[in-house]
């Protein structure tokens, strides 16, 4: 069964970084692509940023020059680096895995980050 693991949330003053790891497990396959996202109260989920295994990244324009997402040396493993945080970045983010084109996202828990002003 596959299983995503989140963690680095946390309480982060405005300005400050945090870093967010994924973890994989549960699977042999290869990941396609892995993905952040994030739901503040009230608001609907979006896509924060996305990597293939190749390496190709994604990102949504509110994170664009602040957030880093990159694989990390273990495989099916990523890492998203905050900088720069707002309290607008406040919400839970979540991991997603895709094995393969048109399959459906695997999710994480969800790890809350909190920005402090």
């Known amino acids: 069964q596959v299983q995503l693991v989140e963690s680095g949330g946390g309480l982060v003053q405005a300005g400050g970084s945090q870093r967010l790891s994924c973890e994989v497990s549960?699977?042999?396959?290869?990941?396609?692509?892995m993905a952040w996202y994030r739901q503040a109260p009230g608001n609907q989920r979006e896509l924060v940023a996305s990597i293939t295994h190749s390496g190709s990244t994604n990102y949504a324009d509110f994170v664009k020059g602040r957030f880093t997402i990159s694989r990390a040396n273990a495989e099916n493993t990523v890492i998203l680096q905050m900088n720069s945080v707002d309290v607008k970045d406040t919400a839970t983010y979540y991991c997603?895995?895709?094995?393969?084109?048109?399959?459906?996202?695997?999710w994480g828990q969800g790890t809350q980050v909190t920005v402090s002003s």
């Open positions: 549960g699977t042999g396959l290869r990941f396609r692509t």
């Open positions: 997603t895995v895709q094995f393969r084109t048109g399959a459906s996202l695997h």
